[in-house]
């Protein structure tokens, strides 16, 4: 399955809604790919520029094969030196007058010299805001593609890592195995760095793993994703190390009630407060709402944290096609916390959970 990138730049143009003489220039690498494919971007080796007067993919002589590779159905443009002065003057002379930029990305300078380079060939720059993270919420079937193959390495990895834990093991030593794991599997590698917090270093949101081993009576909080053609996985289990104190039981099973709410509550139409609002009235009825201190989720996609973002009162609306995170968490300074959180996609009526890994309690070791 391959991705229509023709059809991405034609939504870019029609939602500005340009004259002809008109181009986009897109220097964000993630935008970059995601118009045109092309894997190998950074923030200096690709750029694009997207217009009725031309449809190109800047880059260097050490990209053209992959470039070629990568983007059969835009034209890869390898300007010789300056290479800003021949592209300007390529747009020229096909009758471009006028380039925007993101302005979210440009800089003061940048711009200013930009704008200088183009006047010398009669062309105008202005920074202008792009909605490129709006149009890559609405996913499309290759995206949800790879966005289910990163959460079932993710899943497969987790269970192959839990073979491994054992009493004395360091968060440390459990993160690296289950990053080996997800590669092992297939990833491309890791979502970003995973959080392994075990005991009162579970009670920290974002916590980096250290030497401190995982003992018996710990809560083991693992925050992780896969990475699977440039798309990423995010997803979060507790568990608890021995048996479990009745403290742990609750917030565990007040933060389960709260995201099964959350997922339940997600379909097209509905609104990010109305779903955020749903996860907050279930953790307020357990007694537990002060210890949820985060955003309930994120959009997910060619980046891990993407729009839209949950948040009380949140206005935007969700549409099908929409690939999101719940995750809801309770956390109890000096003592530990839970987080459960899930990737999906929204459907027209539900949610589909692309993380599959069972959520309730599960005593290990």
């Known amino acids: 399955m391959t991705p229509d990138y023709s059809a991405r730049r034609a939504r870019l143009l029609a939602s500005l809604g340009v004259p002809e003489d008109t181009t986009v220039y897109v220097t964000n690498p993630v935008d970059v790919r995601w118009l045109t494919g092309f894997t190998g971007v950074t923030s200096s080796s690709g750029q694009a520029v997207v217009g009725a007067v031309a449809h190109l993919l800047i880059t260097d002589n050490r990209y053209t094969e992959r470039a070629l590779a990568d983007c059969p159905d835009i034209e890869v443009y390898i300007p010789p030196r300056p290479p800003m002065g021949s592209l300007l003057s390529r747009l020229a002379a096909a009758g471009g007058r006028r380039v925007l930029v993101d302005e979210s990305v440009a800089t003061v300078a940048g711009l200013r010299r930009l704008q200088e380079a183009a006047s010398e060939h009669g062309i105008s720059v202005e920074a202008a805001a792009l909605p490129l993270p709006q149009l890559r919420m609405d996913k499309d079937e290759h995206e949800i593609a790879a966005l289910r193959r990163a959460c079932e390495l993710s899943d497969a990895a987790l269970e192959k890592a839990l073979k491994h834990l054992h009493i004395g093991m360091t968060e440390k030593q459990f993160a690296f195995i289950l990053e080996t794991a997800m590669v092992e599997l297939g990833a491309d590698g890791r979502a970003f760095e995973s959080i392994v917090a075990a005991g009162p270093h579970s009670a920290i949101p974002h916590h980096s793993p250290t030497d401190r081993p995982i003992e018996r009576g710990d809560l083991l909080k ?9 798309y990423h996985a995010d997803e979060t289990r507790t568990f608890v190390i021995g048996e479990a104190a009745d403290w742990q039981v609750e917030i565990h099973a007040a933060v389960e009630a709260a995201q099964r709410t959350g997922r339940e509550a997600l379909r097209a139409g509905v609104s990010l407060g109305e779903v955020d609002a749903a996860v907050r009235a279930v953790l307020s009825d357990t007694g537990h709402l002060e210890g949820f201190i985060h955003g309930l989720g994120h959009g997910v996609g060619l980046q891990i944290h993407e729009e839209p ?16 995170t719940i995750e809801p968490g309770v956390y109890l300074p000096g003592k530990g916390g839970v987080r459960i959180e899930d990737t999906l996609v929204v459907r027209q009526s539900d949610a589909e959970s692309l993380t599959t890994t069972p959520r309730g309690l599960r005593v290990l070791c």
């Open 222 to 230: 693992v925050d992780f994703g896969a990475l699977a053609d440039g």
């Open 309 to 324: 973002f949950f948040a009380p009162n949140g206005a935007g609306i969700l549409a099908a096609g929409n690939a999101v």
